[in-house]
T-cell receptor, first 112, second 115 residues
Framework: GNSVTQMEGPVTLSEEAFLTINCTYT??????LFWYVQYPGEGLQLLLK?????DKGSNKGFEATYRKETTSFHLEKGSVQVSDSAVYFC???????????FGSGTRLSIRP | NAGVTQTPKFQVLKTGQSMTLQCAQD?????MSWYRQDPGMGLRLIHY???????DQGEVPNGYNVSRSTTEDFPLRLLSAAPSQTSVYFC??????????????FGPGTRLTVL
């Protein structure tokens, strides 16, 4: 069946450091891939998405590329800020499935 | 637009009590769903609805009931609360025709503690 595996946290970085949060998936066909972000005390909101192989989603300095050959959708940012501290969820949506599949979430903390 | 709204924000119940978590959206979205979020387990789907009058079970439906009498509202009922239902609950919606390959819109969540 469909599944998402993402890097376990928590991840703690200094401001301006480079960020990578790994996400790999298992699915047949061509799912859409998402990164959602949950800021403290808030609900999830879409950060970026990609709907087909080799697509790059980007938003707020974050990027992720849909790699079908490695079944991955790693989240990257070149220079993180304290305001990026949040929980990040990788997710998969497939037209043949009945629900979105979420990863377990990665908590990111950025030190000033 | 207010988007997806949830009430209450926090709730403490005793074992065996019942309550209803409210969810409303003003975006005329056909599809609505309820998730629970537990540490290390991501989000798990409880129930969902593809339109008024139509509901179905997700992966963890036991102990919860839902109904969908209007497009806007999708309440989640706990008939007899148990400590295992301590969690953060999120309601989500998406437009008609937008499949699972499209974006979902989440409410701010309800943090429930069952003693």
């Amino acid at each position: 069946g469909n599944s998402v595996t993402q890097m376990e946290g928590p991840v703690t970085l200094s401001e301006e450091a480079f960020l990578t949060i790994n996400c790999t998936y298992t699915a047949t066909g061509y799912p859409s891939l998402f990164w959602y972000v949950q800021y403290p005390g808030e609900g999830l909101q879409l950060l970026l998405k990609a709907t087909k192989a080799d697509d790059k989603g980007s938003n707020k300095g974050f990027e992720a590329t849909y790699r079908k050959e490695t079944t991955s959708f790693h989240l990257e940012k070149g220079s993180v800020q304290v305001s990026d501290s949040a929980v990040y969820f990788c997710a998969l949506g497939h037209s043949s499935a009945s629900k979105i599949i979420f990863g377990s979430g990665t908590r990111l903390s950025i030190r000033p | 637009n207010a988007g997806v709204t949830q009430t209450p924000k926090f709730q403490v119940l005793k074992t065996g009590q019942s309550m209803t978590l409210q969810c409303a959206q003003d975006m005329n979205h056909e599809y609505m769903s309820w998730y629970r979020q537990d540490p290390g387990m991501g989000l798990r789907l409880i129930h969902y609805s593809v339109g008024a009058g139509i509901t179905d079970q997700g992966e963890v439906p036991n102990g919860y009931n839902v109904s969908r009498s209007t497009t806007e509202d999708f309440p989640l009922r706990l008939l007899s609360a148990a400590p295992s239902q301590t969690s953060v609950y999120f309601c989500a919606s998406r437009p008609k025709g937008a499949g699972l390959r499209d974006t979902q819109y989440f409410g701010p969540g309800t943090r429930l503690t069952v003693l």
